[in-house]
């Protein structure tokens, strides 16, 4: 397209905002926000941060947010890493910790992000397949060969599958050479966090996102857990794109959510129980769902066609997801949890469609 570019630009498409239409009344199960609105106290935070301060730079090293989190999780300041969405978080992950000759191991299929942070950083993927259950096997990640670093989710999206921790310890005593970074976008909804292993894996990060658990995704805040050496490397990389990723509303903002623990544990119970209603009342009606850790569902319809589905959903007013990859998750929608009344909206659409 155009002779200025460099080669690797080629190779990338530009995010395409179909997830994210402008219109009013439709139910959004497409891209596993947090259904709920956020805790009262990050909303009066954000609104006591706006104001004359705003005149200001943040604090380049957001000290009061990598504190909160810190107390959130029972770590050490050091070990803490923040950046503007776990994407962000990720991106300097790619950089700074994967960038090898060996090949990057991730689980086909995991989350759309790995493979194109990979072609930017000039990385070459080797993809897991999954078991035959969906599930991510340690074996098979340690079968793959020689690496330079593995990535996955945990849960893993789009199944919502999770890897007990004693299989991510399991992996981390065969793997001590390269980095392990376990992506936990969706661990508050029920996987068990890899965050106790760090301070006995030196190659351990675990990235995280405020963006499901603390239904903050409009404020683009991510973290990671490490030792101080990995967090080092992120810092170093993060300065050199941007000295302040985080803005001062987002740092006010994040710091009471995660003081909110009521918040947390309220929303993170609405939501489960809704995930198990909704997966019941879909089990019902033939469909297989995989089990879920996450705040989504992976289901497909037997005889139903994922995307002609995924069309009449839409004529209904309720959007889900779907992956065209020609492999064996090709016909299942992912759809994620809403409030109860979205959740009954689905099921009355699914009713009329299925009929
Ligand atoms: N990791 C996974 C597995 C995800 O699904 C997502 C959200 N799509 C992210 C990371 C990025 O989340 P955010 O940038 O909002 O923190």
């Known amino acids: 397209m155009s002779r200025f570019w460099s080669e690797v630009v080629h190779g990338l498409t530009p995010y395409v905002p179909g997830e994210q239409p402008r219109i009013e009344g439709l139910v959004k199960l497409n891209t596993n926000e947090c259904p709920y609105p956020p805790s009262d106290a990050a909303l009066h935070a954000i609104a006591a941060a706006t104001g004359e301060g705003l005149r200001l730079y943040p604090d380049p090293e957001a000290r009061a947010l990598k504190e909160a ?58 993809e897991v397949p999954l078991a035959d259950d969906f599930s991510l096997r340690v074996d098979d990640l340690l079968a793959a060969g020689p690496n330079g670093g593995i990535i996955f989710p945990n849960p893993n999206a789009p199944t919502g599958i999770a890897m007990p921790r004693a299989e991510v310890e399991r992996l981390l005593r065969a793997n001590m050479a390269s ?68 803005d001062r509303l987002a740092i006010a903002g994040s710091v009471a959510a995660l003081d909110d623990a009521d918040w947390l544990a309220r ?54 997801r779907h992956f065209k ?22 099921i009355f659409a699914l009713d009329a469609i299925l009929r």
């Open 179 to 246: 980095v392990v970074v376990v992506d936990e976008a969706y661990a508050e909804y029920g996987a068990e966090s890899a965050i106790p292993l760090v301070a006995q894996h030196e190659q351990l990060l675990v990235v995280r996102t405020l963006s499901k658990s603390h239904a903050l995704a409009g404020l683009r805040v991510g973290y990671a857990i490490g030792q101080p050496a990995l967090i080092e490397a992120l810092t170093r990389v993060k300065d050199s794109f941007n000295s302040y990723p985080l």
């Open 267 to 320: 929303t993170r119970e609405r939501v489960i129980a809704t995930r198990e209603r909704m997966s019941a009342a879909l089990r019902e009606r033939g469909a297989t769902v995989l089990p879920s850790a996450a705040n989504f569902i992976f289901a497909s319809f037997p005889g139903r066609d994922a995307a002609a589905l995924l069309a009449a959903l839409r004529e209904h007013k309720v959007l889900v």
């Open 69 to 126: 989190i810190a107390r959130h999780h029972g770590v050490p300041v050091s070990h803490v890493f923040v950046g503007n969405g776990s994407d962000e978080v990720l991106a300097h992950t790619f950089h700074a910790l994967l960038r090898h000759p060996a090949p990057l191991l991730y689980p086909d299929v995991s989350y759309s992000f790995y493979p194109v942070y990979a072609k930017l950083y000039g990385i070459t993927p080797r």
């Open 325 to 346: 990859r020609p492999t064996r998750i090709a016909p299942f929608l992912r759809i994620s949890v809403g409030t109860d009344a979205e959740t009954d909206a689905l």
